[in-house]
C-alpha cells in the first residue's frame, strides 16, 4: 500500500517537472517552492484513493468468484443425484 502513495507522490512531483518544463521556468524557484509538496500531496492523495478502490473491486470479484463456484458446486451436485437416480 505505501510503495502505491510513494509511487503516485513520485508522480505528481514528475508533473510538477513537467509542468514547468513546458513553461520554461526554472525548477526550484524560491517563491514557488509551496508547490512541490502540494503536487506531492495531491499525487501521494490520489494513490491513497486508488489503493481503496483497488482493495473495494478486488473483495467485489472475490466474492462474485465465490458465489460462481458455490453455484456450479450446487449444479454438479444436482447433475450427479439426477445421474444416478
Known sequence: MVSRIVFWSGFGVAVRFW???LEM???F???SLWAWP???GAGGSFGYWL???DERQTAVLAERKQAILDKRAR???R???QASA
Open 19 to 21: 509542468q514547468l518544463g
Open 25 to 27: 521556468r526554472p525548477f
Open 29 to 31: 524557484n524560491k517563491g
Open 38 to 40: 502540494v503536487f506531492a
Open 51 to 53: 489503493q481503496g478502490v
Open 75 to 77: 449444479k454438479a451436485a
Open 79 to 81: 447433475d450427479a443425484e
